[in-house]
């Protein structure tokens, strides 16, 4: 068999076609280099580069999505995860006050800035795949580093359906955002939350289920065109 581009393997393995050898990707987190978009995007390419990989995860920091809704973190000055400060939600009654902020704009405006940079670095070489945490996992990331959610959910379960919603209008549009930006597709990440260590299947067919599909039915499939140039972005 011919050797196949980088595109070509990814999506003829998608396809259940034959291919030319198995198409392999790697990431992870590089904790000192994740605070501004040039940065993530120089991590990024470091590590897609030195292993030749078929396609790119966007590997974004991992607190950035909490951060938009107010919870915030101590910029770490080692490899290790940016220790948490202060919550945006601190008690059951607070779920209420989530509300929907700007999928395109503070942080997010930011990472999709990141985007469009390393799209503008790798061309059309390869698939650049985005990142996107449930809004189940984020909900509960504004009450906490571990599982208070499922007891604020308990207290109050019309206060976990808002947040968890308010939670999920904004990722929706983020994502269309990120298609539209030129992202090949999303990674999806429930997190900690797809597992029975965490929830039981119960509380995550109320909590979780219901808002991965208004995620999964907003605009699937549609194809997308990169942006011709780079925006103007202060936030280098």
């Not at 910029?75 to 059951?92: K, W």
């Not at 704009?105 to 799209?119: E, I, K």
Request: proline share 7%; hydrophobic share 40%.
């Amino acid at each position: 068999m011919a050797r196949m581009t980088k595109k070509e393997r990814v999506r003829a393995a998608l396809d259940g076609r034959d291919v030319d050898r198995v198409p392999v990707s790697l990431w992870g987190h590089d904790f000192l280099r994740e605070w501004s978009p040039r940065e993530l995007v120089a991590a990024t390419l470091d590590g897609y580069r030195d292993g030749d990989w078929d396609f790119i995860k966007l590997n974004p920091r991992a607190t950035y999505f909490a951060e938009a809704w107010g919870n915030a973190y101590e910029r770490p000055t080692d490899q290790r995860q940016p220790r948490l400060n202060a919550v945006a939600v601190s008690e059951p009654a607070a779920l209420a006050g989530v509300r929907p902020v700007d999928g395109r704009g503070g942080v997010f405006a930011d990472h999709l800035y990141a985007l469009r940079l390393l799209l503008d670095e790798v061309g059309d070489e390869v698939d650049v795949i985005h990142t996107l945490f449930s809004p189940l996992s984020v909900a509960a990331q504004l009450c906490g580093p571990r599982t208070e959610f499922l007891d604020y959910a308990r207290a109050n379960p019309p206060g976990a359906h808002s947040a968890v919603a308010a939670v999920a209008s904004t990722l929706s549009d983020y994502a269309v955002a990120s298609l539209a930006a030129g992202a090949s597709g999303i990674f999806y990440a429930p997190l900690t939350w797809a597992s029975r260590d965490t929830c039981t299947e119960d509380f995550y067919r109320e909590f979780g289920r219901p808002y991965d599909l208004q995620l999964a039915e907003r605009d699937p499939g549609r194809p997308v065109q990169r942006p011709s140039r780079l925006p103007e972005q202060q936030h280098d």
